[in-house]
């Protein structure tokens, strides 16, 4: 059966964020296709950011840009920043660079990756947490 979903409910956002975090661990266990799982930990922050976002009370706003929804979290004063600026600053290039033709491809590097990795899957919980508690009890 079918999971409806909603663009403005955050949980939803965090749902299809683990779900492509998921994949990307399977492809990481393996060392394979570095540069889809660089691009597609890009796509997992920018779901996380539009999660918090929408959390706070912002209106959706249909950009892949990392860099744009880093800074409307600073803009809200968000106490994120120290964790989500250094992943905006690294993996807002990586979004573009990786998925099509006209630039020049990194050589893998999985143990940075996996930090990476890491940092983006520790912000996920932290949002995780808060869309949940946002949520309420019984919800």
């Known amino acids: ?81 120290p964790q989500v600026r250094p992943l905006c600053t690294v993996l807002a290039e990586v979004y573009f660079t990786d998925r099509y033709p006209g630039f020049e491809l990194e050589d893998a590097d999985w143990l940075d990756f996996r930090r990476k990795l890491d940092d983006v899957t520790r912000l996920t919980e932290i949002v995780k947490a808060r869309v949940a508690g946002a949520a309420g009890p019984g919800s």
């Open 1 to 81: 059966m079918p999971r409806p979903t909603d663009s403005n409910n955050p949980a939803d956002w965090i749902f299809i964020a683990e779900s492509d975090l998921e994949g990307i661990r399977a492809c990481v266990e393996r060392e394979v296709a570095y540069s889809m799982c660089r691009s597609k930990l890009a796509e997992v922050l920018e779901k996380v950011l539009k999660a918090e976002l929408i959390r706070l009370g912002w209106f959706l706003v249909k950009t892949h840009d990392v860099e744009i929804l880093g800074n409307e979290m600073q803009t809200r004063d968000s106490d994120l920043m």
